[in-house]
């Protein structure tokens, strides 16, 4: 079974890398992708394969029943772009100006949809039910996992699989990480309320810029002084906006940055320290006035154990796959975290570092490619997991305790 898998997976890869161009050439925001949710639908719709639209949003949820009872697994790719004007030069270029398939959402896609394709293909001779949940809006929280789970898409579901592929890890690498792997992801915004007034008389002023400044040297020994130094967090100012005339004084400063934890008790904790700091600088600072807002996105990736070295270890026998690594804890957020609140499951790395590079460019940036050899790599990766997980005995225990 494993080697019809892959060789129907092969013989459908030029398919495959049809598919991740024209979803690259035509991205779509998050919460705004309904054109790519109805090029999704259509394609389970063409292979006669159950399909529900709009669940929880744009989400697309297509079910495969296999000919032998068995557990029900799913796969998640994800299908938002990025409001970023692309300069990578390419011949499937994005043809919608300002947005971009910049951290490889369309290669996600159309993996998954060749997954769908195969499984239906073989599905009288496979065991179990196997759920392919096409996720909007993993870019921007809220996100769509959370609706996607309200409206159902995990229902019976015994267990989970996802994959990113990642250009900073070379091609032919499955990286991956037991316990906490991606941090919880939060942003918080400061206004400081000072008195603005002629740059030449500071003394009849309270200094937003100053006391912004100040503001940001103290945030940083939140994590330094603050955070029990064996956990992991971040802290960063990512925006100080107080425009001016250069000699006017100004009255007003806002400052946006995120904060990245894996621990929920560490996450409290800065919360309430950044209010803190904020309250006493501004005190310093003549009792001067604030706004603060914190706003949570997503929680930390918490892979399961059990699944995990599933993964880990079947992996190791992929055609094409070359390293299996045990991956260090990574700052970026991902709303599959949601998921794996619910169900038993693992979300790991596949490598796709472009062949022509050694120095490719990062997520999210304007030149952003992927190596499309990584897409048939995943698709291999989460078909064997999908099918092999069906011989797996689930623990007596099935219970979900909530990172």
Known sequence: ??????????????????????????????????????????????????????????????????????????????????????????????????????????????????????????RE????????????????????AISMIKDGCLDGVDAIF????????????????????????????????????????????????????????????????????????????????????????????????TVRTFSEEVRDLIEQEIEAVVKGTCLANGDCGYEYNYYRGYPAVVNHKQETEFLAKLAVDVPGVTNVEELEQQMGGEDFAYYLQHVKGTFFFTGAQPDDTESPYPHHHPKFDINEKSMLLGAKTLTLAAVEYQKQELPKDESIAIP
Request: charged share 20%.
């Open 162 to 257: 996802g994959t990113h592929l990642w250009a900073e890890i070379p091609h032919g690498t499955i990286s991956y990480r037991t316990g906490p792997f991606m941090a919880a992801a939060d942003r918080f915004e400061i206004l400081i309320k000072g008195r603005g007034g002629h740059g030449a008389m500071p003394h009849k002023t309270k200094d937003a810029v100053a006391i912004g400044s100040q503001l940001v040297m103290n945030l940083q020994q939140i994590v330094s002084r603050r955070v029990n130094p064996v956990e992991s967090a971040v802290v960063s100012v990512g925006s100080f906006i107080a425009e001016n005339a250069f000699n006017v004084i100004a009255d007003t400063a806002k400052l946006q940055g």
């Open 1 to 122: 079974m494993e080697q019809a898998l892959f060789k129907k997976l092969e013989e459908y890869y030029d398919e495959m890398v049809r598919i991740r161009r024209h979803l690259h050439q035509n991205p779509e925001l998050s919460f705004e992708e309904t054109e790519t949710a109805a090029y999704i639908a259509d394609f389970y719709k063409q292979l006669g394969v159950d399909v529900k639209t709009n669940v929880g949003g744009n989400g697309v949820v297509a079910r495969i029943k296999g000919g032998n009872p068995g557990k029900t697994v799913a796969l998640r790719a994800d299908f938002d772009a990025l409001p970023i004007q692309e300069e990578t030069g390419l011949p499937f270029s994005s043809m919608v100006p300002g947005v971009m398939h910049a951290c490889g959402h369309d290669g996600h896609t159309a993996s998954l949809l060749i997954i769908g394709k195969v499984l239906n293909e073989l």
């Open 125 to 144: 001779e496979l065991s179990g039910e196997y759920v392919l949940i096409h996720q909007h809006a993993e870019e921007f929280a809220p996100g769509g």
